[in-house]
């Protein structure tokens, strides 16, 4: 814009001294070179502090790189680049085989732990039923001792008698205490619960569901309305679910964010409400008014091809020395209609 201006100055003094036939000298070509230059000065130093101008604009669209939650075979993708999709449609499938074969082993674990389970509190039972068997012995046992202590205290019995009672009596201790271990480990283990599910039944459970949640994702759908912008799959490559590795860069339906960066020296007259006035390369020899809150196009955009990381040159005109706001209008303009001049290829 800068050179814009000088240049519209030189074309007005060439015009100045062939309209008023000034003649051209040193003294006259030097006032005019120092004339326009600080003419030019004072009006570039006001205009770009009052009028804050920025070529750094750009259109940010939200993108999701996709990258499949587990890794195998692409065996098809159906989606097309460009195409409208809706949320849930597929984008591409992986092989589910590997993951059918899991869910069934998990199955198969899982109903084997139960039929333990089951199996365990039989064994429960039937530990308790030894261990009330084996009390019932050593009550018997020991009533039998402590009449035979009688009955030798009277002479009824021999000692030898008495020590057979005492070894039978503490026999059937033993064993009581044994059938009580046994009892008390089958009962831990069939009660051994994580929220009332046994423990091998609930880890199985959850292995199951892992792997049926394995399964869901072998096929890949997307996430919002939109398109896919790049796709890099075809069937019989390999997807690894990296997260430094997209397989698809998914581009939402959405308004694209319009978002300009100044200088700090222009911070001062960047206020809310002012009024704003963009161009675009893509679109040349038009503008567009917004006001600064959210940088908001009042004109529909969509009738433009606007492509993704499109970017904008951006004026911000304010209320300080408002009459230099003209000469800003003009030079924006001005560099719109040059946007018609390329030469790429040429």
């Known amino acids: 814009m800068d050179l814009l201006l000088i240049l519209t100055y030189a074309a007005f003094a060439y015009g100045a001294f062939r309209l008023f036939k000034i003649p051209v000298n040193?003294?006259?070509?030097?006032?005019?070179?120092?004339?326009?230059?600080?003419?030019?000065?004072?009006?570039l130093l006001g205009m770009n502090y009052n009028h804050p101008y920025t070529s750094e604009a750009r259109f940010y669209f939200n993108t999701t790189p996709i990258i499949p939650a587990v890794s195998g075979v692409v065996t098809e993708v159906p989606v097309q680049g460009n195409t409208m999709l809706k949320a849930g449609d597929i984008l591409f499938r992986i092989d589910p085989k590997p993951f059918e074969n899991a869910v069934k082993a998990k199955e198969a674990a899982l109903a084997a732990a139960v039929q333990t389970t089951h199996q365990l509190r039989a064994t429960a039972d039937s530990a308790q039923k030894k261990l009330e068997s084996a009390l019932a012995d050593r009550d018997g046992a020991r009533d039998v001792f402590e009449r035979s202590k009688k009955?030798?205290?009277?002479?009824?019995?021999?000692?030898?008698?008495?020590?057979?009672?005492?070894?039978?009596?503490?026999?059937?201790?033993?064993?009581?205490?044994?059938?009580?271990?046994?009892?008390?480990?089958?009962?831990?283990?069939?009660?051994?619960?994580?929220?009332?599910?046994?423990?091998?039944?609930?880890?199985?459970?959850?292995?199951?569901?892992?792997?049926?949640?394995?399964?869901?994702?072998?096929?890949?759908?997307?996430?919002?309305?939109g398109t896919v912008q790049q796709n890099f799959l075809r069937p019989g490559m390999y997807a690894a679910s990296m997260p430094l590795r997209p397989v698809m860069v998914f581009l939402h339906n959405e308004k694209p964010k319009f978002a300009a960066a100044f200088l700090q020296n222009s911070a001062q007259r960047i206020e809310q409400g002012s009024e704003v006035e963009f161009i675009?390369?893509?679109?040349?020899?038009?503008?567009?008014?917004?006001?600064?809150?959210?940088?908001?196009?009042?004109?529909?955009?969509?009738?433009?091809?606007?492509?993704p990381g499109s970017t904008a040159q951006v004026a911000v005109y304010t209320h300080h020395m408002h009459h230099l706001a003209i000469m800003r209008k003009v030079l924006l303009r001005m560099k719109s209609w040059t946007n018609f001049i390329f030469g790429d290829g040429h």
């Open 26 to 43: 040193a003294f006259t070509l030097l006032t005019a070179v120092l004339g326009g230059a600080a003419l030019i000065g004072a009006l």
């Open 151 to 225: 009955l030798h205290a009277t002479g009824a019995i021999a000692q030898a008698q008495l020590e057979r009672d005492k070894n039978n009596f503490n026999a059937a201790e033993a064993i009581a205490q044994s059938a009580k271990s046994e009892a008390d480990r089958a009962l831990l283990e069939a009660e051994a619960v994580v929220k009332g599910v046994n423990t091998d039944v609930a880890r199985l459970q959850a292995e199951l569901d892992t792997a049926k949640f394995n399964l869901e994702q072998t096929v890949v759908r997307a996430p919002t309305n």
């Open 280 to 307: 675009l390369p893509a679109v040349p020899g038009r503008f567009f008014k917004v006001k600064i809150v959210v940088i908001k196009p009042e004109e529909d955009l969509s009738k433009y091809l606007i492509v």
